[in-house]
């Protein structure tokens, strides 16, 4: 009797992603900008950049123009939720990051994200060779660009520190996001 009880589980579970999923693509359709914030393994800074920014985006009136979304330059955490550090951190400045899961990034994001955004050098470098010669490299930049005030240029992986690195990544990132987020206004005018 627990076998079919755990395939019903199963499709019922299937049946929310794919739905949840069909929400995101028509959402993504639909946006005017489209945004990748980009990490090694997708669980640290990259869900918080899309979580964060998410929440600017809220607040401006723009959600539902400009696309939002994060991935991993390594498949290390495929369909893993984020570092629950991550999650506690964000989630004491208000952005919830429970519904994100990791993925990896893939040749067709060039061609979908307007912007491609690398939390480090070592990420924007596998960027830039997974993309090749392509004239959509333009796309690929790294996300403290849009923080010059800062010295920093790079977010750091907190994923091997204490909770100081977590706290620190999330003062860069909604930094950055601000930068970003004037930056999309000005260009597209909304």
């Known amino acids: 009797m627990a076998i079919p009880l755990v395939t019903s ?9 794919d739905f949840r999923q069909q929400r ?17 393994g997708n669980i640290c800074r990259s869900p918080v950049a899309e979580g964060v920014f998410r929440r600017m985006l809220e607040s401006a009136g723009l959600d539902s123009k400009v696309y939002v979304d994060s991935a991993g330059t390594h498949s290390y955490h495929v369909g893993a939720p984020p570092d629950p550090r991550s999650q506690a951190t964000a989630l004491r400045r208000g952005v919830d990051l429970r519904d994100l899961r990791a993925r990896k990034v893939t040749v067709a994001d060039f061609a979908e994200f307007d912007y491609v955004l690398a939390m480090d050098r ?7 060779a997974l993309c090749g010669q392509s ?20 977010v750091p992986d907190p994923y091997y520190g204490g909770p100081n690195g977590f706290e620190r990544v999330m003062d860069l990132i909604e930094e950055a996001a601000e930068g970003l987020l004037i930056s999309v206004r000005q ?4």
């Open 122 to 128: 070592d990420n924007f470098a596998h960027l830039l």
């Open 24 to 40: 995101r693509d028509a959402a993504k359709a639909k946006a005017m900008v489209r945004v990748l914030f980009v990490c090694m």
């Open 187 to 190: 260009r597209y005018r909304i």
């Open 135 to 154: 004239p959509l490299q333009s796309r690929i930049q790294l996300f403290m660009d849009y923080a010059p005030e800062l010295p920093e240029q790079e």
């Open 9 to 17: 589980i199963n499709k019922v579970v299937r049946a929310a992603f």
